[in-house]
């Protein structure tokens, strides 16, 4: 049997079809709670206390975490478009966010190649060392 966690991404792509602001969803294998970022996207405010969700593939996927304290970035400032997006396929030492702290933009780089499963942490917020930023499966 699938755990809900392994459709994280179809989940947000749901809510922020149906302009939900907040979705609360839990079971036997922990809680999951999705909120809509002020720039419209859905974001993970809440995963299960095991290591991560079931990739596709059938192995865990990595949780990418902060490796300073600052702001998280989704973008970079002077640029309109996000770094990667839920789903995308990314490559391992590929920018995947920044944080931010004073006028240094440190690059939070994909530990392996993969497919964004989620974003954690919500852009502009203070993240601390190791603070988790995103969801990575395997590919």
């Known amino acids: 049997m699938s755990s809900i966690f392994d459709r994280v991404p179809d989940l947000a792509a749901w809510v922020a ?9 839990k079971g036997p294998d922990g809680s999951l709670r999705l909120e809509r970022a002020p720039n419209g996207s859905v974001v993970v ?4 206390a095991h290591d991560g969700p079931q990739a596709a593939s059938g192995g865990a996927a990595t949780k990418v975490r902060a490796t300073l304290a ?19 396929r990314v490559a391992a030492g590929q920018a995947i966010g920044l944080v931010q702290v004073g006028d ?8 392996h190649d993969g497919v964004v499963e ?3 942490a919500e852009g502009g917020a203070l993240v601390g060392y190791g603070d988790p930023l995103f969801w990575l499966a395997r590919s």
């Open 17 to 25: 079809a149906a302009d939900i602001d907040v979705l609360v969803l």
């Open 118 to 120: 989620a974003v954690i």
């Open 45 to 48: 405010a809440d995963r299960p």
């Open 70 to 88: 600052g702001s998280f970035l989704t973008r970079h400032p002077v640029r309109a478009d996000r770094l990667v997006e839920m789903g995308d």
């Open 104 to 111: 240094l933009l440190a690059p939070v780089c994909a530990p």
